[in-house]
């Protein structure tokens, strides 16, 4: 494991965004990593295939939520 330099500002955003998201700093950056490694590798694929293709393949097995008629 190693150090990774990065911008204060960019710091300050994982900060807030682990706060928001219940990860350490280090699980919210690791988790923005990888998930941006997936984007750029799957570029024709949106946010939400991506994450439901991750979570099929940890056997988590969301179903859809049913939208009611108002």
Known sequence: MGIVNIDDDLHEQ???ASKV???SINAQAAFWIKVGI???TNPTLSFAQIMESEL???GVS?????VSAA
Request: proline content about 6%; hydrophobic content about 35%; glycine content about 0%.
């Open 56 to 58: 099929r393949s940890a």
């Open 62 to 66: 969301a179903q859809p939520l049913a």
């Open 21 to 23: 998201s219940y990860r």
């Open 38 to 40: 997936l984007c750029e």
């Open 14 to 16: 994982v900060r807030r």
